[in-house]
């Protein structure tokens, strides 16, 4: 008899419907409150990220205002590639500093989630830093660099539900307890323009989603971004990053958003077993 190979999870794709399904609330809080800590300086950046235009052809910013340009040229063109997307979105994670030999950033990773009356689904993102010993989800991006108005919102809210089961998984196959609340950090992408998230994602929330439960209580989603510099068009939106001031801000944003970051991962990360407490 013939081998059959599993058949591969569609995607699931959530709206504003399913946040209220689930009672989930996505609100703004200001820098310090978000943060917990002042916006870090960027002493170790090196200048030429700053600039209007690359200082000479080999700084180290040189790559990323290449993938600023091609990103420009394709948008004018009407002709955006998924190359273009996937490569400044891929170095904007880069900037946080975050990947190593443990930890890397994966394209359109998908994260298989449990659904009530939904068999075999999986959330695609566009990236997330993952931790590769242990299959840890550290961090989840949703990038919509067209700014074509699609809420990504929602799919920032079940990637994160998904990365809960994943990561609560991934410890009591290592022996270790299931944690009950899980921040996980998420970035979306309107345009060039950064948006930062912390979703709590609890026990209470996942059995919602997994069971379809009515939810005993509301989740409380906040973000934070800097503020957008005035612009006139949809292209400017996408843009954004050529602005120096803007560029500045959000790379400010970007690197207290990674100490933000660390602070949850400490709780539950599987690189730091001895601190999680083994069975």
């Known amino acids: 008899m013939a081998l059959t190979s599993a058949r591969e999870p569609s995607n699931v794709e959530w709206a504003a419907l399913d946040l209220a399904r689930y009672n989930v609330a996505i609100q703004p809080e200001e820098p310090q409150s978000f943060f917990r800590r002042p916006i870090k300086a960027l002493d170790h950046l090196d200048k030429s990220f700053l600039s209007p235009e ?46 190593s030999s443990l930890a890397l950033s994966h394209l359109h990773y998908r994260i298989p989630i449990q659904m009530k009356e939904r ?11 993952i ?93 934070c971004a800097p503020e957008i510099p005035k612009v006139h068009n949809t292209l400017q939106m996408r843009m954004a990053m050529k602005d120096v001031e803007y560029r500045k801000r959000a790379f400010e944003y970007l690197s207290t958003f990674k100490e933000t970051a660390e602070d949850y991962w400490k709780r539950y990360s599987l690189l730091q077993v001895d601190e999680s407490g083994r069975k």
């Open 131 to 223: 931790d590769v010993v242990h299959g840890l989800i550290l961090l989840v991006a949703q990038a919509d660099m067209r700014a074509t108005g699609v809420d990504l919102r929602p799919s920032l809210v079940a990637a994160a539900v998904a990365a809960y089961q994943q990561n609560n998984a991934s410890r009591v196959k290592l022996g270790l307890d299931p944690l009950d609340v899980m921040v996980i950090p998420c970035i979306r992408m309107h345009g060039t323009c950064l948006h930062f998230y912390k979703v709590p994602v609890s026990s209470m929330l996942n059995e919602v989603v997994r069971m379809g439960t009515q939810p005993s209580q509301l989740t409380i989603v906040s973000y």
């Open 119 to 129: 068999e075999n689904v999986a959330v695609q993102t566009t990236a997330s830093i």
């Open 54 to 99: 690359p200082p000479h052809p080999h700084c180290p910013a040189t790559d990323f205002f290449r993938s600023l340009g091609v990103l420009e040229s394709e948008i004018e063109k009407g002709n955006l590639s998924a190359v273009a997307e996937d490569n400044i979105a891929e170095y904007l994670l880069r900037l946080l500093g975050i990947e």
